[in-house]
Every structure is written in C-alpha cells, then in structure tokens.
C-alpha cells in the first residue's frame, strides 16, 4: 500500500507536469499567432514604405514639370528677343531718320528689359536647382529613418525567438524529468510484480 500511495504521488507529479506542459504548448500556440501578425504588419509596413517611395516620386515630376513650364517660357522669350533683334537689324539698314533712331532706341531699352528679366530667371533657376539638392537630402534622411524602424523591429524579433528558445530549453528539462519518472514507474512496477 505505501508503494502504490508512493506511485500515485507520482503519478500527480506527472499529471501536474503534464498539465504544465499542455500551458507551454498553448503558449507555443499564441506565439506562433503573434510571430503571423508580426508578419503581416511587416508587409503592411513594406507597402507603406513603396507608397511612400511613389508619393516622392510624384513630388520629383510634378517639380520637372514646373521646370519645363519655365523653360518654356524661357524659350519664348527667347523667340520674341530673335523676332526684335531682326527688327532691330532692319530699322538698322532702313533707318537713317532720327524719328527711327529713336525707334530703335525704344527697342534698346526693352531688350534691356528682357535681359534683366532673363538674368533674374536665372537666378530663380539657381536657386530652384539648390532646393532640389535639399530635397533629395531629405529624402536620403527619411530612408535612414525607414531603415532605423526595420533594424528595431529585426531587433524586437530577436528577443522573441530568445524567449522562445528558453521556453524550449525548459521543455526539454521538462521532457528529461518525465523520462525518469516514467522509469521510476516501470521499476515500480517491477517491484510489484516481483513481491
């Protein structure tokens, strides 16, 4: 009798165990789940990331076409400065009167004009071209960013998988103890058959 009270303490030991082992397995469950969200959020985060690239994208055209609008505006006062400079070469030829002389005269100053305006056009140019450079700096920082958020979510999976991994060594020491009281019990049972 006290050798099968001894065994049926044993076997509640083992009971308990096994029921702590059911626990860790649930947990193992619940892991899994959180490392498939994990995941997904991750996509989700990759996607974010290409809009994100898309929006910049957009941004850089839509600055290319108010460059071209310059441009081209640029280059129609360029055609109007040729169109004046070759009516400047005819009053040039034809005009010996002072009445086009002063003519000529009046088209000095708005060429002057327009060579003002062109030079401030460059300017604006300029100071277009040192905005772009900006740009592109800021858009260097942000992918610095974006890369500094995946390093901390790589890190944050690293403790994860050493939580698992420790959940792993105390199931195998777990898995050991089982053994041994399965051995206790096959001696036990022996010793029964044997008295």
């Known amino acids: 009798l006290l050798k099968l009270s001894l065994i049926d303490t044993e076997l509640h030991k083992l009971s308990l165990i096994l ?47 108010l460059m071209l609008t310059e441009l081209l505006k640029l280059s129609l006062i360029d055609t109007e400065l040729d169109k004046l400079s070759l009516m400047l070469t005819e009053l040039l030829k034809l005009s010996l009167i002072d009445t086009e002389l002063d003519k000529l005269s009046l088209m000095l100053t708005e060429l002057l004009k327009l060579s003002l305006i062109d030079t401030e056009l460059l300017k604006l140019s300029l100071i277009d071209t040192e905005l772009l450079k900006l740009s592109l700096i800021d858009t260097e920082l942000l992918r610095l960013s974006l890369i500094d958020t995946e390093l901390l979510k790589l890190s944050l999976i690293d403790t994860e998988l050493l939580k698992l991994s420790l959940i792993d060594t105390e199931l195998d020491k777990l898995s050991l103890i089982l053994t041994e009281l399965l051995k206790l019990s096959l001696i036990d049972t022996e010793l029964l058959k044997l008295s």
């Open 19 to 65: 029921t702590e082992l059911l626990k860790l397995s649930l947990i193992d469950t619940e892991l899994l789940k959180l490392s498939l969200i994990l995941t997904e959020l991750l996509k989700l985060s990759l996607i974010d990331t290409e809009l994100l690239k898309l929006s910049l994208i957009d941004t850089e055209l839509l600055k290319l076409s």
